[in-house]
């Protein structure tokens, strides 16, 4: 099982954050809220087990806040290990700049 320092969870992972009271289901990475984009959240989420009931029901977060890991998604394959190449080097484009 991947350790919570490990980024980035699968997508169906479910998980606590720090401090929180509802468990969430990461659905998407490297999201930014509407109108700011000099802030790249690591994860997009949905609580657990309701999902995403409206847009604007989105959840946002990064890697340092997920407390616990409840469920691992997906486990890896080829084209997720593809993707998290890709996504890591976007993020260390946009951090390059």
Known sequence: MEKIGEKFLPIG????LKGGTKRLMITGFCAMTEGNTEKMW??????????????????????????????LGLSEDKEEKEFKQKLKEVIENANNK
């Open 13 to 16: 992972t479910v998980v606590m």
């Open 42 to 71: 690591d994860y997009s989420g949905c609580i657990y087990p309701e999902g995403t009931l409206t847009s604007k029901q989105t959840c946002l977060f990064d890697h340092s806040q997920i407390e616990k890991i409840y469920y």
